[in-house]
Nanobody, 127 residues
Framework: QPKLVESGGGSVQAGESLRLSCEASGFNLDYIAITWFRQAPGKGREGVACMYKIGSIYYDDSLKGRFTISADRAKNTVYLQMNALKPEDTAIYYC?????????????????????WGQGTQVTVSS
């Protein structure tokens, strides 16, 4: 059964860094799109970064340069390195996967593409 488990969140001060992990099971990262989303209090869920077949990478334009998505094929794990964190980055961070081949490059951050979600991990950034 497909499963995603996020970890690595925590409470940090502005300017510090965190590395989130998403452990995937029940499918192979080589064949799918997997994406990090985040949801701040009172706001909708927004796309952060996407990895397609461990080959193509996409970022929200506002986060490019501070956030980096990567993967460890052997561990079947996707990471999100977050640097120079800001209070505005405070959110629950989720990973999600498309297993029904609905992924389209221009719509990588569309929530409707993704079929399975992790439980999320909380990131809190204080000023």
């Amino acid at each position: 059964q497909p499963k995603l488990v996020e970890s690595g969140g925590g409470s940090v001060q502005a300017g510090e860094s965190l590395r989130l992990s998403c452990e995937a099971s029940g499918f192979n990262l080589d064949y799918i799109a997997i994406t990090w989303f985040r949801q701040a209090p009172g706001k909708g869920r927004e796309g952060v970064a996407c990895m397609y077949k461990i080959g193509s990478i996409y970022y929200d334009d506002s986060l490019k340069g501070r956030f980096t998505i990567s993967a460890d094929r052997a561990k079947n794990t996707v990471y999100l390195q977050m640097n120079a964190l800001k209070p505005e980055d405070t959110a629950i961070y989720y990973c999600a996967v498309d297993l029904t081949y609905n992924w389209i490059e221009r719509n990588w951050s569309n929530l409707g593409i993704y079929d399975y979600w992790g439980q999320g991990t909380q990131v809190t950034v204080s000023s």
